[in-house]
């Protein structure tokens, strides 16, 4: 099994930034997909931010240019560099990594961190 532990988060104002971290443990290899998503208050759950076991990343239009995933796999750890936040960045964040077994997906989830950015 996997276990996912996030730190970082917090409250910054707008403009400001925040990094966020997740280290996880168990049955991790490189081509396991880790990401962040996000949960605002009456929204969807989204995915943030993505980076594959190759160098591909993927960002949803709306944090493009202002957020960073990196992924050290040596360490299993996989950061996310908040900059220029926005008040519309505020949710809680969720570290997240995708396992593909018999052609069943299956996630895992970090406790969740929460990102307050105040106006």
């Known amino acids: 099994q996997v276990q996912l532990v996030e730190s970082g988060g917090g409250l910054v104002q707008a403009g400001g930034s925040l990094r966020l971290s997740c280290a996880a443990s168990?049955?991790?290899?490189?081509?396991?997909?880790m990401g962040w998503y996000r949960q605002a208050p009456g929204k969807q759950r989204e995915l943030v931010a993505q980076?594959?076991?190759?160098?591909?990343?993927y960002y949803v239009d709306s944090v493009k240019g202002r957020f960073t995933i990196s992924r050290d796999n040596a360490k299993n750890i996989v950061d996310l560099q908040m900059n220029s936040l926005k008040p519309e960045d505020t949710a809680v964040y969720y570290c997240?990594?995708?396992?593909?077994?018999?052609?069943?997906?299956?996630?895992?989830w970090g406790q969740g961190t929460q990102v307050t950015v105040s106006s």
């Open positions: 997240n990594l995708v396992q593909v077994r018999f052609g069943r997906r299956s996630d895992y």
């Open positions: 168990g049955s991790v290899f490189s081509y396991n997909p």
């Open positions: 980076y594959t076991g190759g160098s591909s990343t």
